[in-house]
């Protein structure tokens, strides 16, 4: 009987831990999505979006029947 009491306490407690976890990473999920989203989004679009104008290297471009 005290090992299969054992067995119970130790299985309690590796559920509660998986809980505890699963919730601090909801919790941080949270704070990133909600609190911080914004912030974090206009930092990125800044970041990835950049308008340059390049100068393209050619010569004038000629009809055929002119020279």
Known sequence: MKNKNGT?????IL????YIIG???LVALFNL???HGEE?????NTRLTREK???AARGNI???SRK
Do not use: E, G, P, W
């Not at 119970?8 to 309690?12: E, G, P, S, T, Y």
């Not at 974090?40 to 990125?44: A, E, G, W």
């Open 8 to 12: 119970k306490i130790r299985f309690n």
């Open 15 to 18: 559920i509660a831990l998986v």
């Open 23 to 25: 919730i601090i990473l």
């Open 33 to 35: 999505q909600i609190v």
């Open 40 to 44: 974090y989004r206009q930092t990125s």
């Open 53 to 55: 104008t390049i100068t």
């Open 62 to 64: 000629l009809d055929s």
